[in-house]
């Protein structure tokens, strides 16, 4: 019998922000596939499970796992994949093993949890009946500046990651393109130093502190 794949989200900040299920599965899992393993390794302690079979598992060696975590749910074992924060694939690495397994037909599962655009989203104040999830922007300037234009002729409100080295010249890029739209920026999401800023992007800007992990949301024009 072939074993069991599961994709579990994990907190993205709060280590209480993990559910019921994603602790049993971990904790009855042979394998655990992970992005930094030291990272799973904290979390797992506070949950007290402890002697676990960690795999490394991240974008410069998922090619070479591929064969590996096939033979393992070959021969039966039950593997989780986690990503340092939040839910795995969206934004981090798995797809191309995913894609794999799916077309060999093993069993793959979620387990759903957080993920940092939907919690922006939760709490953003902006229409989420449909909306476009970018995720983090290209950085080559013309591919970015193609994609930005894009967003302003679709009309949708649309979610950015960005991290701390980037932040202050998307926010230049937002105030110049989208000065009439509503901005909500969402640092730290559920870490002691949370905080949320809503309004102009070219106001925005001046408030923002520099630190941590951001999420932007852009609300289409209403
Ligand atoms: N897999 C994750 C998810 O489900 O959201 C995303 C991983 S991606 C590599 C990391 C980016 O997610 C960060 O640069 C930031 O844009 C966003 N992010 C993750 N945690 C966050 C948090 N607590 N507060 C704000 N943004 C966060």
Known sequence: MSGKLYVVATPIGNLEDITYRAVRILRESDIILA???RVVARLLSKYEIHGKRYISFHEH???KRIKEVEKYLSEGKKISLVSDAGTPLIQDPGYRLIRYLRTKNFEIVPVPGPSAFVAALSVSGMPTDSFVFLGFLPHKPSRRKR???KMEEVN??????ESVHRIDSLM???CERFADRNVFVAREMTKLHEEYLFGRPCEIKKAIVKKGEFVIVVEKKI
């Open 35 to 37: 992005e930094d393993t």
């Open 172 to 174: 230049d890029e937002l």
């Open 61 to 63: 060696n998922e090619e």
């Open 147 to 149: 994609l930005l234009q």
């Open 156 to 161: 949708m409100t649309f979610v950015i990651y």
